[in-house]
């Protein structure tokens, strides 16, 4: 029999860039080691913050039934009770805000929030077909197919703004930005991947101010930023308001493999999107949650993230940046998106002779995995800009020795064109 899909089969089961990114990662991390995994985004394994885990498990194991009622009980499909009290806590101490516990939505991981939301806001509705809007191509990846609707997300290209001849940053065009009247929500991710950016104070403010005057949403991806993971190079800090979605992760402090996700909205939004999870997950992963709950509270997530996490990020962007630009001198045309914050260098080599995917090929086949840049662009639908396929995206989370064979890899193959 043929196997005969439906539109929303096709369309999620077929080929995607993140797809192919997350079977590279998880070719790379647990079949062949050979392989140099500058692709996928896994978080560091950090000793300090391992440790911590470590540590908390045994407490856990240790602490009367409560192993057994993480693994035997399903969570509410908004989360653990405990959990998203200790969260609001912590988030209104730590920023001001007046969030309570039905401000708040626990997933199984960020990517479900946004294939939750933004199908929840966007695509057919009646006779007219809602649209997210990304201000600035390129965004993240793992959007890219989610909406069921195929053409649910609309973009612009930025402004490029260059900082001495290697360093460059995308900036906004606000010029060019149109909000047209079928936008139900601006969506960010800040910092921004794939390119490590950090839309600035005020570009944010325009935006809020955007989405405020015609009554839709801005939704804006923390999966790095503050106050946990804490991946963000300078001190610039979230915001939150009625007309905000924000959403923060477990993940990159060293939790993937538990799978939480977290939203932050209005409470009608927050009920909609917790009815979507008991429809489509029953439930969340209870452990990340049991794991983190205490630290929330003690402000041990707060600490760990910002004296831990951070500094160890800042230090291996410092130290990738050096080595890319030690490489790759002289010999070839290159710049690098400014390293504001996340867990990767954006290298963009004007006047590349091969498609970014063409190189992404070759690099594999040198064992060397990154991601083709122009996976990201996928809501500018726009072939003439040539930038799109001049671009990757490395991580620079693994070890040392990884990255630096990595970027020497890169440099052979890359000067050899
Ligand atoms: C910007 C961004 N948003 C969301 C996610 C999804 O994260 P998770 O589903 O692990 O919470 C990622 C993962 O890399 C990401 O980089």
């Known amino acids: 029999m043929n196997l005969s899909l439906s539109d929303f089969g096709r369309k999620l089961g077929g080929h995607s860039g993140i797809n192919e990114l997350m079977s590279d990662l998880g070719e790379a991390m647990a079949i062949n080691p050979k392989l140099l995994m500058m692709g996928g985004g896994n978080p560091a394994r950090i000793p300090a913050v391992e440790k911590i885990w470590r540590e908390r498990m045994k407490e856990l194991l240790a602490t009367g039934d409560t192993f057994e009622r993480v693994l035997a009980n399903y969570d509410q499909p908004r989360g653990s009770p405990d959990f998203i009290n200790a969260l609001v806590e912590c988030l209104n101490a730590r920023f001001g805000w007046k969030l309570t516990k039905k401000n708040v939505c626990v997933t199984n991981g960020s990517q479900n929030s946004f294939f939750f939301l933004f199908n929840m806001l966007a695509g057919a509705s009646g006779n007219s077909r809602r649209k997210i809007l990304l201000p600035l191509s390129p965004e993240y990846i793992g959007y890219a197919e989610q909406g069921i609707d195929p053409t649910m997300f609309v973009s612009f290209r930025p402004k490029i703004e260059m900082h001495g001849d290697h360093e460059f940053k995308y900036r906004i065009d606000f010029d060019a930005l149109k909000i047209s009247d079928d936008v139900a929500a601006i969506c960010v991710s800040r910092p921004t991947n794939p390119t490590g950016n950090v839309l600035t104070d005020s570009e944010m403010q325009r935006l809020s101010a955007m989405a405020k005057e015609r009554g839709i949403f801005l939704m804006v991806d923390n999966a790095y930023g503050a106050p946990f993971p804490d991946i963000i190079f300078s001190d610039i800090e979230p915001f939150w308001d009625e007309h905000v979605i924000l959403t923060l992760s477990l993940s990159k402090l060293g939790l993937p493999g538990t799978r939480n996700g977290i939203v932050i909205a209005r409470e009608d939004v927050i009920e909609a999107l917790s009815a979507v999870n008991a429809i489509v997950s029953l439930a969340n992963g209870n452990l990340g949650q049991a794991l983190v709950t205490p630290l929330l509270r003690n402000g041990e997530l707060l600490r760990m993230s910002k004296e831990i996490i951070r500094p160890f990020y800042e230090a291996k962007s410092r130290q990738a940046n050096a080595w890319l630009r030690e490489a790759l001198d002289d010999r070839v045309d290159f710049k690098v998106h400014a390293s504001e914050g996340a867990l990767f260098l954006w290298l963009w080599l004007p006047g ?16 060397l995995l990154v991601v083709s840049g122009h996976y990201s662009f996928y809501a500018l639908r726009d072939e003439s800009w040539r930038h799109q ?16 064979e990595g970027i020497r890899v890169l440099a052979d193959v890359v000067t050899g064109l």
């Open 352 to 367: 590349l002779k091969i498609s970014s995917q063409e190189l992404y090929r070759l690099l594999k086949s040198r064992n």
């Open 389 to 404: 396929h001049e671009c990757l995206r490395l991580t620079y989370s693994q070890p040392e020795p990884v990255v630096r």
